[in-house]
């Protein structure tokens, strides 16, 4: 019976989320139908559901999703309907949009550095997590939390990059030896206290998340500190052409077995999932305007949805669909991508390998760009777009 009724709410629950969201079988009858003068943004609704669920299932601990990889309203709806109730959010905008949205989400203001403003209002808004790497952050929180006891802060930590594709080292985060003092200063102050940490973006090594685990483990037994939570962050991957990492459960398997090991099974354990959990999910559709040789002009690119594409040169699963003409075989050729603006910075760091018959009016799908696709775009020169739209199968396109 129970598993009936969370089952029907489940299926409210989507029906709300995918309200006002325009729905189609496939990408191709979508822009035939759109006829979009910009880039289209693709939701795959049962993608987005299967991650959550990934994670809340294969995950030891509390899932956190960190807004900041994709914010569209559908998608953050989606993810409410598949179970997420905790949010990773950086900002004061990302609480009070995530707030007004869901008025029964607990967020967590995980950015180690943020001004009084954003501190108080996101105190007054019910946040209670907050982390920093200093005691100046320290003395910011304690102050306009109005010297709070409820608080739960958690210390961030500088680890080591070593596997991430994309390093987030050298800006954030105390080292382990400053980590004792800040962490019985936070102690005096607050209800709970914690450590988190981020391996990089796109961790390719699970060893990473384990030596961090066990050099944390290492410090505390050293100094006598006790802690309440602990937070592995974000940083897990997601399958690109030319990154082929192990199975998400390998990582969760690998957290689960040092975390006992460490004797930290007892404490509240946090993760924050951006990329993994909303890459597949997405795709973004971009049109050729204009081909001139080898070199393609598209209607986006390093400004708006293809930033990881232009600037880091990372290979994504791309697919050509042929606007108005058969999808005949043809060879591939190296192909020079640049961007609408007219920045000439604005363009693809590598070549792309496309069908040799490729012309204006054509569609390059992108896919896996369910994750900083949407949540990067800017507005320079007008070029941007808030074409969104969901992709089902047939058999549950309703």
């Given at each position: 019976m129970q598993l009936l009724q969370d089952y029907e709410g489940y299926v409210a629950d989507r029906e709300q989320a995918l309200a006002g969201l325009r729905r189609y079988e496939n990408e191709a009858t979508a822009l035939e139908i759109e006829q979009s003068n910009d880039a289209v943004h693709f939701l795959y609704i049962n993608e987005i559901a299967e991650a959550a669920s990934r994670f809340l299932n294969g995950f030891p601990g509390t899932c956190l999703y960190a807004a900041k990889a994709n914010p569209h309203p559908?998608?953050?709806?989606?993810l409410w309907a598949a179970g997420i109730r905790h949010f990773e959010v950086a900002s004061i905008r990302e609480i009070e949009e995530l707030s007004a949205a869901f008025p029964l989400a607990q967020l967590y203001f995980m950015h180690p550095v943020k001004s009084r403003q954003a501190i108080n209002r996101a105190y007054a808004l019910g946040v209670r997590h907050f982390a920093f790497d200093s005691l100046e952050e320290l003395r910011k929180i304690k102050q306009e939390t109005g010297h709070a006891e409820d608080l739960s802060l958690m210390l961030r930590l500088s680890v080591s990059q070593v596997g991430a594709a994309y390093p987030l080292d050298n800006k954030f985060g105390a080292t382990l030896m400053e980590a004792p003092l800040l962490?019985?200063?936070a102690r005096q102050i607050a209800e709970k206290v914690g450590v988190t940490f981020h391996?990089?973006?796109q961790c390719l090594e699970i060893e990473a998340y384990v030596?961090?685990?066990?050099?944390?483990a290492n410090m505390?037994?050293?100094c006598g500190v006790?802690?309440?939570?602990l937070d592995v962050g974000g940083g897990f991957p997601v399958s690109y052409p030319d990154m082929e990492p192990a199975p998400l459960q390998d990582y969760f398997d690998a957290i689960q077995k040092t975390l006992v090991e460490c004797g930290f099974d007892t404490l509240e354990i946090f993760c924050e999932p951006g990329r993994a959990m909303v890459a597949a999910g997405g795709a973004v559709a971009v049109r050729v305007e204009l081909r001139r040789g080898q070199s393609l002009y598209l209607n986006d690119g390093t400004y708006g949805a293809l930033f990881d594409a232009g600037q880091l040169g990372w290979a994504y699963p791309v697919e050509l669909y042929r606007s108005g003409r058969l999808n005949a075989p043809s060879e591939s050729t190296q192909f020079q991508l640049y961007g609408p603006t007219c920045d000439s910075?604005?363009?693809m760091k590598d070549h792309l390998a496309l069908p040799d018959d490729v012309c204006e009016g054509d569609w390059i799908i992108f896919r896996h760009l369910g994750a900083y696709g949407y949540a990067m775009q800017t507005r320079f020169n007008g070029f941007y777009s808030e074409t969104m739209v969901g992709i089902e199968s047939p058999a549950e396109f309703a």
């Open positions: 559908a998608l953050l709806r989606l962490l019985t200063h391996v990089g973006s030596n961090a685990i066990y050099n944390i505390l037994d050293g006790e802690i309440d939570m910075i604005d363009k």
